[in-house]
């Protein structure tokens, strides 16, 4: 069983910047892919942000130039750097790692909420 803690969220204005961690109970230096998904009420979760075992990296169209994603090893922490938030962006956020679609473990999730 691997565990994944998420921290980082909270209340902001549109335009400001929010910085999400996700720390897991295994290195990050393993050969594995890491991911942020969100979910809004009432709407589907979608996966946000992905950075793959290679470390390279691929973000859903509406983040893209905005969410930053980056695994430090040393701090074995992942990432969501996230500037230029919209209230469409509000969301609980969560870390997920590892399988082909990097979703085999997840955290609890943390809240983002950007209003208007």
């Known amino acids: 069983q691997v565990n994944l803690v998420e921290s980082g969220g909270g209340s902001v204005q549109a335009g400001e910047s929010l910085t999400l961690s996700c720390v897991p109970s295994?290195?990050?230096?393993?050969?594995?892919?890491m991911r942020w998904f969100r979910q809004a009420p009432g709407k589907e979760r979608e996966g946000v942000a992905r950075?793959?075992?290679?470390?390279?990296?691929t973000y859903t169209d509406s983040v893209k130039g905005r969410f930053t994603i980056s695994i430090d090893n040393d701090k074995n922490t992942l990432y969501l750097q996230m500037d230029n938030l919209k209230p469409e962006d509000t969301a609980m956020y969560y870390c997920?790692?590892?399988?082909?679609?990097?979703?085999?473990?997840w955290g609890q999730g943390t809240q983002v909420t950007v209003s208007s």
């Open positions: 295994i290195s990050t230096r393993g050969a594995f892919c």
């Open positions: 950075i793959n075992a290679d470390r390279s990296t």
């Open positions: 997920a790692l590892g399988g082909a679609r990097c979703d085999n473990y």
